[in-house]
């Protein structure tokens, strides 16, 4: 499948411009313009790219644990994950989770746990971290503008 996960970088600019969801999935995740706006300091934009094509993208907050109540300290968060619609449906978000615990334990080493939230309708989503080996706490956070969300954690450092 030659997928990669990569730290966001210049020369994925010109793609990731080309990057978008449904109108019906923007509800999960916003716009690309949106998600790139939340980079800061402490939100790290990452790609996900299949040969030399960025076909997704995510961010990781790493103040998430001090934002929500549901999460460990130092957890960090993962926000805005998603799969441009051109590529959906194909395991890519699958194969991206695949490789998730290895690629955070990279880049985020002096941390242990990531946390995240999905609709509770979001099937598609939820099953694809599922197989990336999150569990889903039992919690629901209700603090979202389309509705419930399950919390959902993976521990990538034992
Ligand atoms: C959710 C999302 C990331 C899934 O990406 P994807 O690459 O299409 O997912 P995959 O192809 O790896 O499939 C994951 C699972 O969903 C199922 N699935 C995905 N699209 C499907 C479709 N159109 N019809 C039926 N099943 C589908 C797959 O069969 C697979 O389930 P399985 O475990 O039973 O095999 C993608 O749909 C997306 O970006 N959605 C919009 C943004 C979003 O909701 N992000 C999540 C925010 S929390």
Known sequence: MNLTIQPLSKVHYAQLCELAVSDEQQQYVGTMEGLLAC?????????????????????????????YDFAHDNAIGLRGFFIDQRYQGKGYAKAT??????????????????????????????????????????????????GPQHVMKLTYVS
């Not at 800061?40 to 993208?57: E, R, Y």
């Not at 939230?117 to 599922?130: D, G, M, P, Q």
Request: with cysteine; net charge positive.
């Open 39 to 67: 980079v800061s300091m402490d939100v790290h934009p990452h790609v996900i790219c299949v040969k030399d094509q960025v076909i997704g993208f995510f961010l990781i907050d790493t103040f998430y644990g001090i934002k």
């Open 97 to 146: 989770m695949g490789q998730f615990g290895a690629y955070l334990k990279n880049y985020y080493s002096h941390r242990e746990s990531i946390y995240l939230t999905v609709n509770c309708r979001n099937l598609f989503a939820k099953k694809s971290y599922l197989a990336g080996g999150f569990i889903d706490t039992g919690e629901l956070y209700l603090g979202g503008a389309a």
